[in-house]
């Protein structure tokens, strides 16, 4: 079938319960075949079953009823994917946690969310335990009980009141005047969204999956989701690595791979395999960098495919093989209606840039909100629009265009940043007065390096690398800065009344003689 017809509402059924939904269904055509894998071990759709029904039965025993929040730390594993499904399976709340977050980052995420227990790895228990007093239940030491017979009838009837529309994950994204904010997925939005990937993608029974990002994050979600309903695997590993991707590839079989725009950089200026040696034939990425079409596309005849997504709607926009044309996103998928307009709302023409703002065509394709921020709700979704705070334009064709980012954040090994939340942790170092943190070129392509003007205290010194030893004790890996430079703010511009610094009028050089840079 073509992408044209599979892309089409039309043929998409849009009107799942949820991944769990789903997960049974799959169980009941064939629970034996494989779903996820490593390349040590792999698990099946029934194994899959059984191990979500035995936590959501640990976690009945521990109190945890319909609607609590259930905090989930840990690293990309068969663990996690269990644990999620059983805290879905319980009928609770996932609120998903970065795996990467310490110290003021880790504690507003489990202040502002307030689970009333925390599923952790052994090895992350540390980051929990410095930030609050929540209840930690440690993954590796929960021994594996089978489901009493009553309390698997239990949590299965349960499981058939719940509705699309209930409130399945929180997960945390950049602010930007703010903290971090809780986006609320409901439960139907995993599994709608995972058909419009698996439509896009052309995923069937004979693919396998090669996913080397954080499962934490949105995408795993959904394509643990897409995986479940088409019959395909999904393969993966801990950490992405540029020595073992390619092997990785070759060993799993994998047709198809995602990842961001620094990783194809990386690969693409790493040692490539043969032309015609590897069982890829697509790739999803975004953004995309020119180095990567180059060598994915030209040299070794790899398709890039692309999208435009936030965790807010996870498919606004998609490039399948019907709809790729290079440098663009893709066109707006039919169920999502897209506009680009001015700051008053107001459409702008074609090829001008303006703000990328959508809104859904079917029920469950998008966040019910933000998690205790009815304020941020409201401005989001202003004139019945979901404003993404992105820029963008469309051409003649109706392709879409990023054009940059409206709000003062940054993308960065594939996560948001916050500059509000990043420039208020690094001014808590001893000595500094403030840190101002805009955007340079990253020489991968595609995402952000970070520079910090840092001021210090009247009358005292910063060491650069002292106060990089500190960022990177109170920071996720990915929010250290690759540049420090020490001013006394003096080529800062202001704006009047607010004392707002205008950024885009700080220099991004990188000159050794004036800026201190980290070393990776």
């Known amino acids: 079938m073509s992408v044209a017809l599979r892309h089409c509402p039309d043929r998409l059924v849009f009107d799942r319960v949820g991944p769990v939904d789903d997960l049974i269904r799959a169980a009941r055509q064939d629970p034996s075949r494989a779903i996820l ?148 997925l409901p439960r139907a939005y995993f599994s709608n969204l995972a058909e419009i990937w698996a439509a896009a993608m052309e995923f069937d029974e004979g693919d396998v999956g090669y996913f080397p990002l954080p499962f934490f994050h949105v995408d795993a979600h959904v394509l643990i989701t897409a995986a479940i309903q088409t019959g395909s695997v999904l393969a993966f590993r801990e950490r992405f690595s540029v020595s073992g991707f390619f092997d990785d590839i070759r060993h799993f079989g994998a047709t198809w791979a995602l990842g961001v725009g620094s990783m194809l950089s990386m690969l693409a200026q ?50 399948g093989d019907g709809a790729r044309r290079r440098g663009s996103a893709g066109r707006p998928h039919p169920a999502i209606d897209l506009r680009i307009v001015d700051d008053r709302d107001r459409d702008l023409p074609v090829g001008q840039t303006g703000e990328i703002v959508f809104r859904p065509m079917r029920p469950h394709l998008c966040a019910l909100g933000y998690w205790r921020r009815p304020d941020a709700t409201v401005t989001a979704w202003r004139n019945l629009w979901f404003h993404t705070g992105d820029s963008g334009h469309l051409d003649e064709d109706g392709y879409l265009y990023f054009d940059g980012r409206r709000t003062d954040s940054f993308r960065r090994c594939g996560e948001n940043i916050s500059a509000w939340e990043l420039e208020r942790t690094m001014s808590s170092a001893e000595g500094v007065r403030e840190c101002i943190a805009v955007a340079v070129p990253d020489e991968h392509g595609g995402e952000d390096e970070l520079k910090v003007f840092v001021i210090p205290e009247d009358g005292r010194d910063v060491d650069p690398a ?50 201190y840079e980290v070393e990776r």
């Open 270 to 319: 790493g040692d490539l395999p043969e032309p015609g040696s590897l069982p890829l034939t697509r790739m999803l990425c975004a953004p995309v960098p020119d180095i990567a079409y180059e060598v994915f596309e030209d040299r070794l005849g790899i398709p890039i495919l692309t999208l435009f997504g936030q965790t807010e709607c996870d498919a606004i926009a998609m490039g």
């Open 37 to 184: 894998r490593t390349r040590d071990h792999e698990v099946t759709v029934g194994e899959l079953v059984r191990q979500a029904r035995e936590a959501a039965g640990v976690l009945r025993r521990r109190g945890v009823h319909p609607g609590d929040r259930v905090g989930l730390l840990c690293g990309s594993s068969f663990e996690r994917v269990a644990w999620m499904f059983g805290i879905w399976w319980a009928g609770a709340i996932e609120v998903s946690i970065n795996t990467e977050l310490r110290g003021p980052m880790m504690a507003h995420v489990l202040t502002d969310s307030d689970p009333g227990l925390v599923v952790c790895q052994r090895s992350l228990v540390g980051r929990v335990d410095e930030t609050s007093a929540i209840d930690v239940l440690v993954i590796e030491d929960v021994a594996p009980e089978p489901v009493a017979p009553a309390l698997f009838e239990e949590l299965d009837a349960i499981q058939v009141s719940f509705q699309p529309e209930d409130l399945a994950t929180i997960l945390y994204t950049s602010g930007t005047t703010g903290p971090s904010k809780g986006v609320m």
């Open 466 to 515: 002292e106060f990089i030893a500190y960022c990177r004790s109170v920071l996720p890996g990915f929010a250290v800065p690759r540049y420090v430079a020490v001013t006394d703010g003096g080529e800062f511009v202001r704006s009047p009344g607010t004392g707002v610094v205008q950024k885009h009028l700080l220099s991004r050089d990188i000159d050794p003689d004036y800026v």
